[in-house]
């Protein structure tokens, strides 16, 4: 069981790392010192030009709500 679980736990691991890779591209040509980040029109603009954000949020990744297990509605 206590194997299961670390392989379970390597797995995860090694597929967030693998996912974090992917997520930002390393053939983007980043200025030191761009400049402040500021809004012109609908775009977030530095001095390279448009900017976008990457990033990855596993915020409630496991979190288990009530509706999915039926649990009793508490009030």
Request: charged share 15%; proline share 4%.
């Amino acid at each position: 069981m206590k194997f299961k679980l670390f392989t379970l736990g390597l797995l995860c691991v090694f597929s967030q790392l693998l996912f974090a890779q992917n997520a930002f591209p390393t053939d983007t040509k980043v200025q030191p010192n761009a400049g402040f980040l500021r809004v012109k029109g609908k775009e977030i603009i530095n001095n390279n030009g448009a900017f976008i954000f990457r990033g990855l949020n596993l915020g409630n990744w496991l979190l288990q709500e009530g509706y999915m297990m039926q649990t009793p509605r508490v009030v």
